[in-house]
T-cell receptor
Framework: GAVVSQHPSRVICKSGTSVKIECRSLDFQATTMFWYRQFPKQSLMLMATSNEGSKATYEQGVEKDKFLINHASLTLSTLTVTSAHPEDSSFYIC????????????FGPGTRLLVL | GQNIDQPTEMTATEGAIVQINCTYQTSGFNGLFWYQQHAGEAPTFLSYNVLDGLEEKGRFSSFLSRSKGYSYLLLKELQMKDSASYLCAFMDSNYQLIWGAGTKLIIKP
């Protein structure tokens, strides 16, 4: 199967600071990557769809100025949580769509963010 | 509109068989996915169905009926490590995944 990495796996930060999370597709080129957030015991919530070379498409209710997404290359997308607050504490998961064949999304291992 | 529904929680016995159902409604459909998610981890891909019928992959099988908006995941010879949440999701006409809330499967010895 395809491999997607995410870094860091875990981060603790102070309220008001910014945190950058990287998502990389290691063995394929991903023109589209997705960013999800998952709160405890809840399902995945799509935050935004990231397309290489263009602006991300944000889901309703997700602040694009707070959650900055950059998809600079076919293998890397970054999510920056700006001015993080305790309510932003969550499990952030990226996925990458492998082109051709089945439109399967392969997930990164996730980043657990704790904002103090 | 679009919606997708699956049971919140199921319990089964080690060595037994369990079927997790998923129903959905959508005007545009590009396939139905099942993912497994262990606590604290990201989802991992299990299966994809785009045509009606049963797809078998080892101990896991997935079934789809497009006319009924219905899918199920069948797990045989259950093992303790199968304790996890199972997420169904359909892909809509925009190739966007619409996720169910997940079914937490508890396996008892």
């Amino acid at each position: 199967g395809a491999v997607v990495s995410q870094h860091p796996s875990r981060v603790i930060c102070k309220s008001g600071t910014s945190v950058k999370i990287e998502c990389r597709s290691l063995d394929f080129q991903a023109t589209t990557m997705f960013w999800y957030r998952q709160f405890p015991k809840q399902s995945l919530m799509l935050m935004a769809t990231s397309n290489e070379g263009s602006k991300a498409t944000y889901e309703q209710g997700v602040e694009k100025d707070k959650f900055l997404i950059n998809h600079a290359s076919l293998t890397l997308s970054t999510l920056t949580v700006t001015s993080a607050h305790p309510e932003d504490s969550s499990f952030y998961i990226c996925s990458a769509r492998r082109p051709g064949g089945v439109e399967t999304q392969y997930f990164g291992p996730g980043t657990r963010l704790l904002v103090l | 509109g679009q919606n997708i529904d699956q049971p919140t929680e199921m319990t089964a016995t080690e060595g037994a068989i369990v079927q997790i159902n998923c129903t959905y409604q959508t005007s545009g459909f590009n396939g139905l996915f099942w993912y497994q998610q262990h606590a604290g981890e990201a989802p991992t891909f299990l299966s994809y169905n785009v045509l009606d019928g049963l797809e078998e992959k080892g101990r896991f099988s997935s079934f789809l009926s497009r006319s009924k908006g219905y899918s199920y995941l069948l797990l045989k010879e259950l093992q303790m490590k199968d304790s996890a949440s199972y997420l169904c999701a359909f892909m809509d006409s925009n190739y966007q995944l619409i996720w169910g809330a997940g079914t937490k499967l508890i396996i008892k010895p």
